[in-house]
């Protein structure tokens, strides 16, 4: 028998896993009505032939930004269609377009430029990218609407030149999301004017709305009667402790179903809840610290070594570790801080400021956050 048709007969507490995927999106957004009448209220402006002002969307991973922006295009897209107006939403993930030559390579691609990702000037790519707003291409006044989520990973690899290009460029709106409030300090003033963008933040889901989210989904996944009844309430609960993130909700729930496949159950109990947090959680710790340069890793090393002698960690006695752990191959106490506040973004440390007191000034304190078994497993799998 193929090996296929063999897993295919096996019995599964799922009638279909995409609805679980957080990529899925659903014919209703619950709880984020009022966010996507906020995006929809700007973004108006197209149908009556006018570009729609900019606009900012803030919140945590989870929080349903890009859920919104995706929503909240298709109905636009739907209404354009009806009033055969010509207007284009583009969405572009900026951890796969990471600089500006290819974010604007791929807009024209999209739109049927035929541009390389590499070999013209960024001039030559740009004037491409312009000539589609010229009437002759399509006919009438096009209006593009560019969706850039995770705007802040470009800005930090690139700068904000994508940004100057098309806050210069007639008939664009920019729709920015990003999972950090302050992701503007990449900003240069001069682009920061011409942006003048209107920001929508996205709160974090409670325990209740988390919930409401899974159920629904549940019933599109699950065979009838089997969650256990304490599943859906546990999967809520454990993700609106890290702050409210419905993807990690769904990918518990996921994990579960997976976990009760693999036992043979025809039951999803709450122990496989819990069973499937710390493999996410290793998981999740694994995949970053993997992909995280050397010099960092050190850091972390010597953060690690810190904590288990259960040290105050201040950046100075920090460095003095990581200077020991690097062997000679270290990089400068300055650059430890643009490490340490990398590590913070990724949520592997928190840092807080402490007062010494008149006269001794402040301290910067750092502390681990996630277990130290954990990040032991995690790092030397690495």
């Not at 049927?112 to 790519?125: F, I, L, M, S």
């Given at each position: ?213 899974l159920e629904e989904r549940a019933a599109l996944s699950f065979r009838d009667n089997v969650l ?155």
């Open positions: 028998m193929n090996i296929f048709e063999e897993l295919g007969e096996k019995n599964t507490v799922f009638k279909c896993k995409k609805f679980l995927d957080h990529r899925f999106l659903p014919d209703k957004l619950p709880h984020r009505e009022e966010q996507i009448r906020s995006v929809a209220k700007y973004w108006i402006e197209a149908l009556n032939s006018v570009t729609p002002p900019d606009i900012t969307i803030y919140g945590k991973t989870g929080t349903g930004k890009t859920a919104v922006a995706k929503f909240t295009k298709k109905q636009l897209l739907q209404m354009a269609k009806d009033k055969n107006l010509n207007v284009r939403v583009e969405y572009v993930r900026c951890t796969d377009y990471t600089t500006e030559y290819q974010v604007i390579a791929h807009l024209c691609q999209q739109m049927g430029q035929n541009v390389p990702y590499r070999g013209w000037t960024k001039a030559e790519v740009i004037q491409s990218f312009r000539n589609l707003f010229k009437k002759n291409v399509f006919g009438k006044d096009l209006i593009l609407i560019i969706l850039l989520d995770e705007i802040d990973i470009l800005l930090k690899n690139d700068g904000d030149g994508l940004l100057y290009t098309l806050t210069r460029t007639e008939n664009v709106a920019i729709a920015s999301i990003s999972n950090y409030v302050d992701f503007k300090k990449f900003i240069k003033p001069r682009v920061k004017s011409s942006l003048r963008d209107r920001e929508i933040v996205f709160p974090p889901y409670n325990a209740q709305q988390l919930v409401d989210i256990n009844d304490d599943v859906i309430p546990l999967c809520a609960a454990l993700a609106a402790k890290e702050e409210g993130d419905a993807r990690y909700a769904l990918d518990l729930l996921r994990t579960s179903g997976e976990l009760a496949d693999e036992k043979c159950s025809d039951i999803v109990f709450e122990d496989y809840v819990r069973e499937a947090k710390d493999h996410i959680e290793h998981n999740k710790v694994t995949d970053i610290i993997m992909t995280l340069p050397s010099q960092q890793q050190k850091v972390l090393e010597s953060l690690l070594y810190l904590t288990k002698r259960k040290e105050e960690i201040t950046s100075g006695r920090l460095y003095e570790v990581y200077k020991e752990v690097s062997k000679g191959d270290s990089v400068s106490y300055r650059r430890i801080f643009d490490f340490i506040n990398e590590l913070e973004m990724l949520g592997l440390i928190s840092t807080k400021t402490i007062s010494r007191g008149r006269g001794r000034g402040r301290t910067n304190i750092i502390d681990l956050q996630c277990e130290i078994s954990l990040l032991e497993d995690a790092m030397w799998s690495a």
